[in-house]
C-alpha cells in the first residue's frame, strides 16, 4: 500500500501570511518561537528557535459533522516552499510520537493509534485497512493539534 503525505493548501498559507486574520476571525501576530518543535504546515518542517511563524485557527475537514473541529497550527511567516515529497513520510516528524485518526467518508473516526513515526507506514496500513477510511490525520498525541493528513496512493 502507498500514501500520500499532505500539507495545507498553499492557498490557506498564502491567505494567512497577508491577511493575518483566519477563516474563525482571529486576528494574528507574527511572532518568533523561542524553542525548536513547532511545525509549520506547509513545509512540514520542525521550525528552530528564532524564525518568525503565525499561529491561526485551521479546520482541516473536507466533511461536517461532531468531528470537524477546529484546531491552532503554525506556519512560517515567511513564505516557504510547500512539502512537495508527498510519497515520502515527512523525514521531521520521524522522531516523534505521533496520533493517527483515521476517518470515514462521512467524516467520522473509525479508528486511532499512537505510534512513533518510525512505525508510520505499518499503522498507516492498518489504519487504511478498511475500504471506507478516507483520510488520516496525523496530530500531536499530547496537545490534539492537527500535522497533515494521509490518503491512500494511487
Known sequence: MTFRYLP??????????????DDAGNALE?????????????????????????LFALRPFTTDGP????????????????????DEFPADFRARTLTFRAYDTRG???????ADGVDAERTLERLFAPDDVAVVHVRNPAWGC???RVVRGD
Open 8 to 21: 495545507i493548501d498553499d492557498e490557506i498559507a498564502g491567505h494567512i501570511r497577508a491577511m493575518l486574520r
Open 67 to 86: 468531528y470537524a473541529e477546529t484546531g491552532p497550527v503554525f506556519v512560517h511567516a515567511e513564505p516557504c516552499e510547500p512539502y512537495e515529497r508527498i
Open 108 to 114: 467520522r473516526i473509525d479508528d486511532a493509534a499512537v
Open 146 to 148: 492537527y500535522d497533515f
Open 30 to 54: 507574527i511572532w518568533t518561537a523561542q524553542d525548536d518543535g513547532n511545525p509549520c504546515r506547509s513545509c512540514l518542517r520542525v521550525t528552530r528557535r528564532g524564525e518568525r511563524l503565525i
